[in-house]
């Protein structure tokens, strides 16, 4: 049971009171690039989830394993961002064969992801957040994935119902998504009160 409220407690901070993209500001490239249409924010925001948990996995054991028990530390952002581009490059093989109309619509974006902050951060707060066992660890980089796929559906959500919309010609396009992810951040800041 009690191993239920600690994986409850850490989804609900990575999702909602602290998610990296609309409390931390960290991986807005691809939030804004990504969110015109729903279908396509879904398909980056499964796949920066996949590599956000994996990545955590394969850096929290390098972190734990080898960089500790040789003392390079020192080397960690480093060899993270080499994990994290080995994991993009799966992923991005993965879609090409697979998948090849979201690849497309995913374009320069997909690569993208290796230098994605939020992927960074989250692999890099993992490791260096001695609370966590593998297991947690693991468990908190898909909550903070399943946090950037909320936010960044719900922002093309908003951005599909604003082509509709009438509004000033002035704040057609970057104006009124920068806006609406302002008032989306806005919006996540009724979760801070949460205690986790």
């Known amino acids: 049971m009690k191993l239920i409220a600690e994986l409850f407690s850490i989804s609900l901070g990575a999702i909602l009171v602290e998610n990296f993209v609309l409390v ?9 690039g990504v969110s015109k249409k729903v279908d396509t924010a879904v398909g980056m925001g499964l796949a920066v989830t996949f590599v956000m948990g994996l990545s955590t996995l394969m850096t929290h054991l390098v ?13 960690q952002t ?28 995913l374009g320069i974006y997909l690569p993208l992801i290796t230098t994605n902050c939020a992927v960074l951060g989250v692999a890099i707060y ?61 919006a996540f800041m009724g979760f801070s009160g949460f205690n986790i």
């Open 63 to 75: 972190q734990r394993y080898v960089l500790e028990a040789l003392g390079l530390e020192y080397l």
């Open 24 to 32: 931390r500001f960290m991986g807005i490239c691809p939030f804004l």
């Open 126 to 186: 993992a490791a260096d957040t001695s609370i966590y066992t593998v297991f947690t660890a693991v468990w908190y980089g898909v909550s903070a994935g399943l946090g950037f796929l909320l936010a960044i559906v719900l922002l093309a959500g908003i951005r599909e119902r604003l082509e509709t919309s009438d509004y000033p010609k002035a704040m057609e396009g970057f104006p009124v998504a920068l806006i609406s992810a302002a008032l989306l951040a806005l």
């Open 78 to 105: 480093i060899v993270f961002i080499l994990i994290i581009a080995a994991l993009v490059q799966f992923v991005e093989m993965f879609l090409q064969k697979s998948v090849p109309a979201l690849y497309a619509s």
